[in-house]
């Protein structure tokens, strides 16, 4: 369950992100690592908190991402699914166009050249893609900077374990 927030983040990333564009190694990795960072033995332990101690914790945790936040990052997410949709759509468009070109006998050479350029195409993208990608995840890994993300996801877990009541239903 710790992977909770990193299948999160990386969900909300596909979403939004062109076919087959992936996030580098690298970003994966600092992600990764910092959710298996280990806790502050100094802290109360969470399965000692009451409600009120675990909302009032998520609180203060969520104005710091808040404060460390891209204010750009809901538009860079945006801008990457409005251009996936754009992308998906000229893709329709070009394999109806092959598919007629390659239902007509004798233009097996013309078929295999738009089938070539499909490719090109889509590779030409591949690594602005992932630098978005990169871009976005690096966001959440600033905005989440200096937070236990262990403790935040044990939190969460035991919030809702426990049925605790949010802000918003008290």
Known sequence: MRHLLLAGV???CWAAAPAGAQPSPEVMQEM???LNAPS????IPVDTLSCD???AEMSVAGQQMGAQMDPNLSANIQEMQDESQSRMREAQAAILGAGLVCA???LGMACVAVQQAQIAQQMSHRDEDQQ????IIGSMNDATAGM???RMQALSERFESE?????QER
């Not at 502050?40 to 802290?43: G, L, S, T």
């Not at 978005?132 to 871009?135: E, F």
């Not at 049925?163 to 802000?167: A, G, M, V």
Request: proline content about 14%; aromatic content about 0%.
């Open 104 to 106: 007509v006998p004798g």
């Open 132 to 135: 978005r990608m990169d871009t």
């Open 53 to 55: 101690q675990m909302v």
């Open 163 to 167: 049925n605790c009541p949010t802000p």
């Open 40 to 43: 502050d033995p100094n802290q």
């Open 148 to 150: 236990d993300m262990q």
């Open 10 to 12: 990386v969900l909300a």
């Open 32 to 34: 990764e690592a910092r």
